[in-house]
């Protein structure tokens, strides 16, 4: 693969200089992703997801609630697990979540 270079473009001192007053940032200077979504907004919920294992187990619930755990997997990283007692089945079902959701 060739290596690009880039375009030769005069440095911030001959800028300076030739501006003569510039009140605006030069649009090839100008990076759209500084204007992405910040990490977190005003408003937004900074609680950490809860799943329910016993709701993975139920199979009226468990299409939501698998959906929740792997949104939680793919925007938070990590989750609080309610419930006390995790049968192997829902063990089962974490793990393949987990592995869907780092794969």
């Not at 793919?74 to 089945?89: I, K, M, N, Y």
Request: net charge negative; proline share 7%; glycine share 4%.
């Amino acid at each position: 693969m060739e290596s690009v270079g880039s375009l030769p473009v005069a440095n911030v001192q001959a800028l300076a200089a030739a501006s003569d007053g510039l009140n605006e940032v030069p649009p090839r200077y100008l990076r759209p992703e500084a204007e992405a979504d910040p990490v977190a907004r005003v408003g937004d919920s900074l609680e950490v997801p809860v799943i329910d294992m016993s709701r993975l187990l139920q199979p009226e619930l468990s299409r939501d609630e698998s959906a929740k755990l792997n949104l939680a997997c793919e925007q938070w990283g990590f989750f609080q697990v309610r419930s006390l007692l995790v049968t192997h089945q829902a063990k089962q079902i974490l793990g393949r979540n987990l592995s869907r959701a780092h794969s």
